[in-house]
């Protein structure tokens, strides 16, 4: 057998290749210290599917933005083996894949979980031909019931806006801002007040939100005092901090918006979302991941016991993608140690889990695209 010098060359680099590739994943995964979670966060247990009737009068829909089931399963470990989420009774799949990109972005999963429409990649609100789509919130309030959008990050970022406003490109964010004037949500909540009061067009939103009938709030002081009526609370410039320095903020504002929005006898839909979730995958960070998981958790517990409560609320925990392509690579659930490695600094494509408790929950079990989350929602709700 002949063997050039070419062949012998080639496997040679063919083989160096392998090695660095290897070296590198193995670098990667190695680098990630094991971190120990020591302080155990509260759990609860509610009573599985509190069916009153077969009616739903309410939705509550939390979004973790970019959580993953490896986020959660992290989390789990990470939190010594419990977590609210273990409590919901019915579990599904959703496919996020955008209209034109198989690894979608908040806006495209958001538009389509919100109008029931697969959109491209970073638009909200609209369909592929830029044309305005009708949102959950938009019916639920043509039907007279109330809503409410409740989020860390500002208010023109990619979910919310989803819910909200119309735009073909999420990066107008001035413009997107601008679509709160229009979109009639009785309870908001969240941060990005520059693209309300420091605009190119020199508009205060704030101030026309106020005309328009609003509480406009800029602390918690101030909105927490709020009894009816409604509210339109920014009280950050950009994002809400990170949630060590949050605290339960976004978990007291949750609650809030359910207190206020239960007033309504017809019933109401509140979009809960935990954004920050998503950032933390960006940075490939998991000690600031689990700490907005925790957050996201525990607002969880609040919310299921509520619902518990109501008996007539139905409660929807999902993801719009995974975010990081984390992987759990190691870790000890009696010492909450959790070792872990990313593969992206971008979004993954896989499907996302999504987690219904209350009365109708079963209508998400099963796998299905993100579209049908709209679907599932308007149908029990009777909207359209
Ligand atoms: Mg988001
Ligand atoms: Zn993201």
Redesign the pocket.
């Known amino acids: 057998m002949k063997i050039s010098i070419k062949s012998i060359q080639l496997i040679f680099l063919l083989f160096c290749f392998s090695f660095t590739v290897s070296a590198q994943y193995q670098q990667a995964a190695d680098t990630k210290e094991k971190l120990s979670f020591t302080n155990e966060k509260p759990y609860s247990t509610v009573k599985v599917n509190p069916v009153k009737g077969k009616k739903v009068k309410n939705v509550i829909l939390m979004i973790g933005?970019?959580m993953g089931m490896t986020q959660i399963s992290t989390a789990w470990v990470a939190n010594h083996g419990a977590l609210n989420i273990d409590n919901f009774p019915v579990i599904g799949l959703s496919r996020t894949y955008a209209a034109n990109k198989l690894i979608t972005?908040?806006g495209a999963s958001g538009t389509a979980m919100a109008t029931g429409e697969k959109t491209n990649y970073h638009s909200v609100g609209v369909d592929v031909q830029g044309n305005p789509l009708p949102s959950i919130t938009d019916l639920a309030s043509e039907k007279g019931l109330s809503t409410g959008i409740v989020v860390t990050c500002g208010l023109s970022d990619?979910t919310p806006s989803a819910f909200c406003a119309k735009n073909p490109d999420r990066d107008k964010e001035e413009d997107i801002a601008a679509d709160y004037l229009n979109c009639n949500v009785d309870f908001i909540f969240g941060g990005g007040r520059a693209q309300f009061m420091h605009r190119a067009d020199k508009r205060d939103l704030m101030s026309e939100m106020q005309q328009k009938g609003y509480q406009v709030t800029r602390t918690w002081a101030e909105t927490e005092k709020i009894v009816s009526g409604k509210v339109f609370a920014v009280l950050e410039d950009g994002q809400l901090p990170l949630a060590p320095v949050r605290g339960d903020l976004w978990q007291q504002a949750s609650i809030k918006a359910l207190d206020m929005l239960s007033q309504n006898k017809k019933g109401f839909f509140v979009m809960l979302e935990g954004s920050r979730i998503?950032?933390c995958?960006?940075w490939n960070d998991i000690p600031a991941l689990m700490n907005e998981v925790f957050d996201f958790d525990q607002t969880i517990g609040k919310v299921l016991q509520w619902a518990e409560k109501d008996g007539e609320t139905l409660v929807i925990v999902l993801a719009d993608?995974e975010?990081g392509g984390l992987t759990l690579l190691d870790g000890d659930i009696s010492t909450g140690t959790v070792k872990g490695s990313y593969s992206t600094g971008?979004?993954s494509g896989i499907h996302v889990p999504v987690y219904a408790y209350g009365p109708q929950a079963q209508q998400f079990a099963g796998i299905y695209e993100n579209t049908e989350i709209f679907q599932k929602i308007v149908t029990i709700l009777n909207l359209k």
């Open positions: 933005d970019g972005d908040s990619a998503d950032d995958g960006h993608h975010t971008g979004h």
